[in-house]
């Protein structure tokens, strides 16, 4: 059974165009995760929540933004997706932010941006 | 800071042949250490990790890793691998302690190809 679920599995927008990604998860973690993975690259943190607390990692550019409206779903919002937005988008869960905690994955958005 | 290096982008092996893949990290504090798989696009799997004790981990699907704090490093091995091995292989760190946030950092990945 799918615990934490990406929606949509692939996504293509419009230079420019807003576009949202979601993530929900049935594991009533605390903590949820954005990564973003360009080709052929290692994922790469972008922002995470601990419950309602936004924490955004000092490059992320201002491009991205997220939500977290309860504890079972996470957006991330791309306002003006650039050709260099394309890639695949993760989000994983925690149950705290404690080192040790494994962090489980969905299966990613891939994201094209044309 | 954390950084991790993994010394091999792609590894060719044959079916049944062992594998290593290796893993250097450097960090100006304690860490945990993992490894994940990903399959062709998929998410990412844990595949061990090691907190404390021994340093021998014994992970899913055959595979187990050796810490080397001396070292700085977190190699993967399996003795025998199978085609269904092929995917990319993440190696990880995370600090210790609650307050450093679970925030994993990744090294570049190793393209793991399994040949019939």
């Known amino acids: 059974d799918a615990m934490v679920i990406q929606n949509p599995r692939y996504q293509v927008t419009q230079f420019g165009k807003p576009v949202t990604l979601s993530c929900s998860q049935t594991?009533?973690?605390?903590?949820m995760y954005w990564y973003q993975q360009k080709s052929s690259q290692a994922p790469k943190l972008l922002f995470h929540y601990y419950d309602k607390d936004f924490n955004n990692e000092a490059d992320t550019p201002d491009n991205f933004q997220s939500r977290r409206p309860n504890t079972s779903f996470c957006f991330l919002d791309i306002r003006s997706p650039g050709l260099g937005d394309a890639a695949m988008y993760l989000c994983?869960?925690?149950?705290?932010?404690?080192?040790?905690?494994?962090?489980?994955f969905g299966q990613g958005t891939r994201l094209t941006v044309v | 800071a954390q950084s991790v290096t993994q010394l091999d982008s792609q590894v060719p092996v044959f079916e049944e042949a062992p594998v290593e893949l290796r893993c250097n990290y450097s960090s100006s504090v304690s860490v945990y250490l993992f490894w994940y798989v990903q399959y062709p696009n998929q998410g990412l799997q844990l595949l061990l990790k090691y907190l404390s004790g021994s340093t021998l981990v014994k992970g899913i699907n055959g595979f187990e890793a050796e810490f080397n704090k001396s070292q700085t490093s977190f190699h993967l091995r399996k003795p025998s691998v199978h085609i269904s091995d092929t995917a990319e292989y993440f190696c990880a760190v995370t600090p210790r302690g609650r307050a450093a946030g679970n925030k994993l950092t990744f090294g570049g990945g190793t393209r793991v190809l399994v040949k019939p």
């Open positions: 594991l009533n973690h605390n903590v």
């Open positions: 994983a869960t925690s149950r705290d932010s404690a080192g040790r905690t494994e962090a489980f």
